[in-house]
């Protein structure tokens, strides 16, 4: 189970920090990603984290204003935004998978998602 908080309503240029706990698995031997959805478009891929924490992946879009990170004793991943954009509304989907990957075929756990609406 995948369980995402920290989603919000914020100003563009402000900040947010996603969460996303895990549990029923072993936290600390697997991917975890991060997607999102805005309203009528698919569904996109924004960052992921190797299962140690030391191989990290991110959308163009996202590069240089998020970073993603893990803490294995928490069971939890981050997803830090900052300067954010209108462009970043969407809704915000913790994932997990067996490899760090781009696509959401490489993922089998899904959380439910959390809110972020960017004000301009």
């Known amino acids: 189970q995948l369980q995402a908080s920290g989603g919000g309503l914020v100003q563009a240029g402000g900040s947010l920090r996603l969460s996303c706990v895990a549990s029923?698995?072993?936290?600390?031997?697997?991917?975890m990603g991060w997607f999102r959805q805005a309203p009528g478009k698919e569904r996109e891929f924004v960052a992921a984290?190797?299962?140690?924490?030391?191989?990290?992946f991110y959308a163009d879009s996202v590069k240089g204003r998020f970073t993603i990170s893990r803490d294995n004793a928490k069971n939890t991943v981050y997803l830090q935004m900052n300067s954010l954009t209108a462009e970043d509304t969407a809704v915000y989907y913790c994932?997990?998978?067996?490899?760090?990957?781009?696509?959401?075929?490489?993922?089998?756990?899904w959380g439910q998602g959390t809110l972020v609406t960017v004000s301009s």
């Open positions: 029923g698995r072993t936290f600390s031997t697997y991917a």
């Open positions: 984290i190797g299962w140690s924490g030391s191989g990290t």
């Open positions: 994932t997990q998978g067996p490899r760090i990957g781009r696509v959401t075929t490489v993922y089998d756990y």
